[in-house]
């Protein structure tokens, strides 16, 4: 076996094992089996509707923390609740008058599939309605005050002020409580996705008072997830500058809060931070001052089946005759990078671009999404962008790629000698060794290069996968034809001849689609295989043997995989065949590509017969 052919087998071996590995080690996760009994978690009384732990005491002099255990108003599904419509770009909905929440959110601008009567997508949903989710702000009640003093989350307030909320007309909530105190919300929204929440408290009576303002999402039950391990989807936060994660489950295994009454985690003091809950494309985030120190608690209630995400600020005094006010921010919306980039730079919001999943190679991951949205932005088609950015990375591998080809080429040249050493050497495996790698210096040649570049190829398919898979500007992506969801595999199949036959491709999720594959992965396949008909196949059974199958294998393993990624392989692919086959002619080689794919059908009748 030549040692070109060595390299070449083994970085192909590496990156089979490397994606094989990725489906053994790393299964899909499953999700965590919901609650069912309400009456479970000891202190907490619920009925249907119920948010839980809504209306927490305040620790005096400390920030307040809302308990689970001790509430005594929980919200309640209202269904005449007066409502007041939300209409912006991009969200469509309402806020309900009960409790003030914001809990009714469509994304005006994306679909739940490429069918365009699917209906857009749904964010928020009420209380009481399956899958409840929602944001809430409120004051919990300080010295001086008892719980019926301060709203709670079932509380009707009146509109003050507005009828429609519009990125141009504010909405204002008041409530006038039985301590005499004035409570105000205004609630403000620009014309993406951040929600504006001014919070205030007018005290007109001749006592002073505390309390303690706090924001909370609260999402009932598990949602449906994508549930694949390289995404992220639960709590994320940003604690002093550290990124948070913690998934659904993580959080149903916490240990219980004491001072809390329910499983929770507490991120104390934290400065220029935010928490909400990610999906794979969508988030709800509150994001108190950037200024205030609050503290951020991500919990679980057990009978009630409710996740919860809360800032917590510390108690304010309201003096007698004073007005105080606490300002906060809401993100519900879609995880678009160049929005959500934008309310991290020109917002102040802390390292908001971090709410999208980057994974572990974010060094990489970063630069390739911010290239390809570039590269779409001039082009307006993702499959182009997508295979120019293969040409612009194929272009920064180049000189190792060179050296790499020619360290192959060189390789070559040596066989001869190679030969002579093996015969001098006998079988003293040493001295071998010891002659070879000096005959390596003389000739300054790196039996090793010859892998570095597709060994960089794996980090960079990883990256590049991640990017396919999790941000939303490759969400129903098209292509071209059929190629509508570079997102999603390729929806052609052999089963009906791509399209030609009147019968429905096999469902993504089923044998026969990995089977019945589609246009895409057959080409890729076809390139794999060109690529290795640049040298003939080696005379060894066993290594033709690896080269014959190897193209086809990765047809099928990779048929699954997203649209886009199969592209990038493809380009990848095609430019690498027309990289080596330049550099072979220019160091005197004149690769006969037809000859060896007629001589490999030659083989294979010889061996037929």
Not at 300 to 320: F, K, L, N
Not at 394 to 402: E, G, N, Q, R, S
Not at 544 to 558: C, D, E, S
Request: glycine share 8%; charged share 20%.
């Amino acid at each position: 076996m030549d040692d070109q052919n060595k390299n070449l087998i083994l970085a192909t071996a590496l990156s089979f094992l490397v994606i094989l590995g990725w489906f053994l080690l790393f299964p899909p996760e499953q999700q965590a089996p919901q609650p069912s009994d309400p009456a479970a978690t000891p202190g907490v009384q619920v009925t249907e509707g119920e948010t839980g732990a809504l209306s927490p005491p305040a620790l005096d002099g400390q920030p307040a923390e809302m308990s689970a255990g001790t509430t005594t108003d929980p919200a309640t599904d209202i269904p005449d609740a007066p409502r007041v419509p939300i209409e912006t770009p991009k969200l469509s909905g309402s806020l309900s008058l009960a409790g003030g929440r914001i809990d009714d959110l469509l994304l005006s601008t994306y679909d739940d599939t490429l069918d365009p009567d699917s209906g857009n997508v749904r964010l928020l949903s009420p209380a009481g309605e399956p899958g409840a989710y929602y944001a809430l702000h409120g004051w919990a009640p300080g010295a001086g005050l008892d719980a019926a003093a301060v709203p709670g989350t079932d509380t009707v307030w009146d509109l003050e002020d507005g009828d429609t909320l519009t990125p141009e007309s504010p909405v204002t909530l008041r409530w006038d409580s039985p301590s005499g105190l004035i409570f105000r919300r205004q609630i403000a929204v620009d014309a993406d996705y951040m929600f504006t929440v001014t919070q205030s408290v007018e005290n007109p009576t001749e006592t002073d008072v505390r309390a303690a303002p706090y924001g909370f999402v609260a999402r009932h039950g598990l949602p449906d997830l994508a549930n694949f391990f390289i995404l992220h989807e639960g709590v994320v936060a940003m604690a002093n500058g550290e990124l948070i994660e913690e998934d659904y489950d993580s959080l149903a295994d916490l240990d219980v809060d004491a001072r809390i009454g329910a499983r929770a985690v507490t991120e104390e003091d934290v400065t220029g931070g935010w928490i909400g809950f990610t999906d794979k494309y969508w988030m709800t985030s509150l994001i108190p001052s950037q200024a205030d120190t609050v503290n951020l608690v991500s919990l679980y209630q057990e009978g009630p089946d409710i996740y919860q995400t809360q800032t917590v600020y510390p108690t304010r005094d309201i003096p007698a005759g004073a007005t105080v006010t606490q300002e906060s921010r809401l993100f519900a919306g879609a995880k678009e990078w160049e929005t959500i980039r934008e309310y991290e730079k020109e917002g102040g919001v802390t390292k908001f671009i971090d709410s999208i999943d980057w994974g572990w190679f974010f060094f990489l991951t970063k630069p390739i999404f911010a290239v390809l949205h570039w590269l779409n932005g001039i082009i307006g088609n993702m499959g182009v962008a997508i295979i120019l950015l293969t040409l612009c990375i194929k272009a920064l591998l180049f000189p190792l790629a060179y050296k790499s080809y020619v360290s192959m080429a060189r390789m070559k040249e040596l066989q001869p000698e190679m030969e002579k050493l093996k015969e001098r050497a006998g079988d003293d495996r040493a001295k071998l060794q010891q002659e070879m790698m000096t005959l390596y210096r003389e000739k300054k040649v790196n039996p090793a290069a010859g892998c570095l570049p597709l060994l960089l190829q794996i980090p960079i398919f990883f990256s590049l996968y991640k990017v396919i898979f999790v941000t939303i500007e490759l969400r129903h992506a098209p292509f071209f034809g059929p190629f509508r969801d570079l997102s999603a595999p390729d929806p052609t199949s052999l089963y009906n001849l791509f399209g030609l036959f009147p019968w429905a491709a096999p469902e993504p999720s089923s044998i026969l689609a990995m089977i019945f594959i589609g246009i895409l992965p057959i080409l890729l396949g076809i390139s794999m295989w060109l690529q290795q008909k640049l040298n003939p196949a080696p005379a060894d059974a066993t290594q033709a043997m690896i080269f014959a199958w190897m193209p086809w294998v990765f047809m099928f393993m990779l048929g699954g995989f997203a649209s886009g990624l199969v592209v990038y392989w493809i380009a990848n692919n095609t430019i690498t065949f027309t990289q080596q086959y330049l550099i072979m002619r220019s160091h005197g080689s004149r690769p006969d590509v037809f000859g060896n794919i007629r001589s490999g059908f030659k083989r294979k009748k010889s061996e037929a017969k």
